[in-house]
């Protein structure tokens, strides 16, 4: 049996061994590693205070600014398998979390956070990797357990490591972008709804064209397929349609380096599908998405002038001088 998210409830305690009954996997009863593939989901069961566990594996992992930092395995360097694939978004963590192992010789359970969407990753690290998350499914209000977890901070002294600012920057940028600039809320179920939604329009549109459809959405892998569907037809070459979403009225839309790479290449044809001013309605838990205005750029090659960078990576060149403070 897979890894189900829908069979988790977020903010709930659990065993390994619950989860192993949950999921019919004996082998996540037994697991002693942090992280645990399953198809494309990956377990990360996290213990924030690491205060007594040997320097090997006492990885720096923790809330902060409603963002998860994680540090992977000493031993794992970002071409590793597991670490590529949750880099590129092929496998989505499963975040479990709890602040100490043990109390008075007793195991603690992991608490339940919810899916991890990656943002950004510090590209100088390597055993370990150290990579910034968004925690989707964490919303306002929070209650405990988990409100303490995220408000937990590392001992004076065990310090958290030192995530550069560039990254956190990137990454709290594109946070802020699929939070606001296209209408994504805080609210993951906001944002599944709004995706669904679009992807669905998109979908019929090309078949009505005679096109047949293959969403390819989370079937990327490092560094190729970076769009949403696959439309083929025979005697006509293969459109790859990158889709997007939003509640606004879609003038301005956050991409990704590989969403550009892609649509610019020589090697394919490519349109953009955007669906505006999408509305929901509902309460938590039955919230629906309806109307929306399509809207479609064939060929579509973006253009320098159209793009505005909201960071850069900076490789410091050599011949600087170091400098000692009074």
């Given at each position: 049996m897979a890894i189900d998210p829908k069979k988790l409830k977020i903010n709930t305690p659990y065993t390994r061994s619950e989860l192993g009954g949950i999921f019919g996997d004996e082998r996540i009863s037994?697991?002693?590693?942090?992280?645990?593939?399953?198809?494309?989901?990956?377990?990360?069961?996290?213990?924030?205070?690491?205060?007594?566990?040997?320097?090997?594996?006492?990885?720096?992992?923790?809330?902060?600014?409603g963002l998860f930092h994680w540090e992977s395995q000493s031993t794992q360097a970002p071409h590793h398998k597991n670490i590529r694939e949750i880099l590129s978004g092929e496998m989505q963590p499963l975040l479990f979390v709890r602040e100490v192992a043990k109390v008075r010789s007793q195991t603690q359970p992991f608490i339940y956070a919810g899916r991890l969407e990656y943002l950004e990753?510090?590209?100088?690290?390597?055993?370990?990797?150290?990579?910034?998350?968004?925690?989707?499914?964490v919303e306002e209000p929070i209650s405990d357990p988990l409100?303490?977890?995220?408000?937990?901070?590392?001992s004076a002294q065990r310090p958290a490591s030192k995530m550069p600012a560039s990254v956190r920057q990137a990454a709290k940028?594109?946070?802020?972008?699929k939070r606001g600039g296209q209408g994504f809320q805080a609210d993951a179920e906001h944002r599944k709804i709004i995706e669904a939604h679009a992807m669905d329009i998109a979908a019929r549109f090309y078949r009505?064209?005679?096109?047949?459809?293959?969403?390819?959405?989370?079937?990327?892998?490092?560094?190729?397929?970076?769009?949403?569907?696959?439309?083929?037809?025979?005697?006509?070459q293969d459109r790859h349609v990158e889709v997007k979403g939003t509640t606004t009225p879609g003038?301005?839309?956050?991409?990704?380096?590989?969403?550009?790479?892609?649509?610019?290449s020589r090697d394919c044809i490519s349109d953009l599908f955007i669906v505006?001013?999408?509305?929901?309605?509902?309460?938590?838990?039955?919230k629906s998405a309806a109307g929306g205005k399509p809207r479609?750029?064939?060929?579509?090659?973006?253009?320098?002038?159209?793009?505005?960078?909201?960071?850069?990576?900076?490789?410091?060149?050599?011949?600087?001088s170091d400098i000692t403070m009074d």
């Open positions: 037994g697991s002693r590693e942090g992280l645990y593939p399953d198809g494309d989901h990956v377990i990360f069961f996290v213990t924030l205070d690491k205060g007594n566990s040997n320097p090997s594996v006492s990885y720096e992992d923790y809330f902060s600014d990753h510090d590209p100088a690290s390597s055993k370990p990797v150290k990579v910034i998350f968004d925690p989707i499914d409100k303490s977890l995220i408000d937990w901070t590392p940028s594109k946070q802020s972008e009505q064209k005679g096109y047949d459809v293959e969403d390819v959405s989370r079937k990327n892998t490092f560094g190729a397929n970076p769009f949403d569907l696959l439309c083929t037809k025979p005697g006509k003038a301005k839309l956050l991409l990704t380096r590989n969403e550009v790479l892609e649509a610019r505006a001013e999408i509305e929901i309605s509902g309460v938590s838990g039955e479609r750029l064939r060929n579509w090659r973006p253009q320098r002038e159209h793009l505005t960078a909201l960071t850069y990576d900076y490789v410091v060149p050599e011949g600087w």
